[in-house]
């Protein structure tokens, strides 16, 4: 079902990254996704970064035509949207480690929110190229975890990557679950410092009908629909996926490496 909600709150992250809130109770859980238009061409999928019974928030990084048509919504305008989509985080108990990198972090902060009411011990680690692109710092010093920034140019916390760091908290915590959503190459890195280490990874492909219909977003070679069987997947999943890490697909199907 499609749903039209006016855009009740506007947040600069940053000069390229808005959050957009609306009041809105959707019943939704981390790791979701919705498909949003503004009614002037295309519907493209976004994580949620919050939601609770009154409100939900997406954050969004301009790229390029349509993310640049939502730069210029102002607060009052009106959005459309259907959803949410998708598999969720499944929320753990024990010691856990999120690891996100740049624009992929805000859906860590809803699933660390609700891993907070279960009583997890979270340790979260964000990364990003630059200090600009280093997104929820301030939300998530707020919440009760143990929270480290890095970035590349060693700005703003250490300098590396968040591979670099959540390597150096699996060396000191025994670390149950592990939880990561960024850039895919930045998983496909800390896959290998897994090994037999259950996870779950928050992957995106392109998206069109959101529903399992179109098969624009099926991956190799097991074929997942990853608007239907993902976007967050398993371990067991992930480690048949011989494309992960590897290449995706453009709008016509066309193979395109990372
Ligand atoms: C499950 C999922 C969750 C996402 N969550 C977020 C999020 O929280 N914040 C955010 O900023 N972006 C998110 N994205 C990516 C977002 O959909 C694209 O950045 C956006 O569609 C770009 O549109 P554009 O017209 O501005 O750019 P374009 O110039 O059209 O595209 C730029 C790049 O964005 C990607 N993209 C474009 N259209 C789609 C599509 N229909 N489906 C998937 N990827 C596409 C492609 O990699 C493309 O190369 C998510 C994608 C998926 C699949
Ligand atoms: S986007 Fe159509 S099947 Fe997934």
Redesign the pocket.
């Known amino acids: 079902m499609r749903r039209t909600v006016k855009i009740h709150d506007i947040i600069n992250e940053s000069d390229t990254v808005r959050t957009f809130v609306f009041h809105y109770s959707l019943e939704a859980a981390p790791g979701q996704?919705i498909m949003l238009t503004d009614f002037a061409g295309g519907e493209?999928?976004?994580?949620l970064?919050d939601s609770d019974t009154t409100t939900f928030s997406?954050?969004?990084?301009k790229?390029?035509?349509?993310?640049?048509r939502l730069f210029r919504k102002k607060i009052g305008d009106f959005l459309s949207f259907r959803g949410p989509f998708?598999t969720c985080f499944t929320e753990k108990r024990g010691k856990v480690l999120l690891v996100g990198g740049g624009?992929g972090t805000?859906?860590l902060y809803f699933l660390a929110k609700r891993l907070i009411s279960t009583g997890a011990q979270i340790i979260v680690v964000n990364g990003a190229r630059a200090e600009s692109d280093l997104l929820f710092c301030n939300r998530f010093e707020k919440l009760n975890l143990e929270y480290q920034n890095i970035t590349q140019s060693g700005c703003l916390g250490k300098e590396g990557t968040s591979v670099d760091l959540a390597q150096e908290v699996l060396n000191d915590h025994e670390i149950d679950f592990v939880y990561a959503a960024g850039p895919e190459l930045m998983m496909s890195e800390l896959k290998k410092l897994l090994e037999s280490k259950p996870y779950e990874f928050l992957l995106?492909?392109?998206?069109?009908c959101a529903i399992g219909i179109c098969g624009n977003c099926t991956v190799d070679p097991i074929g997942i629909r990853l608007c239907v069987e993902g976007?967050v997947l398993s371990n067991k999943i992930i480690e048949q996926l011989t494309e992960f890490g590897k290449y995706h697909r453009?709008a016509s199907g066309k193979k395109v490496v990372f």
Do not use: L
């Not at 997406?58 to 990084?61: A, D, E, P, Q």
């Not at 790229?63 to 640049?68: D, L, R, W």
């Open positions: 996704f493209k999928p976004f994580s970064s997406v954050t969004i990084k790229i390029g035509s349509f993310t640049s998708g624009y805000p859906p995106e492909r392109y998206m069109k976007p453009d």
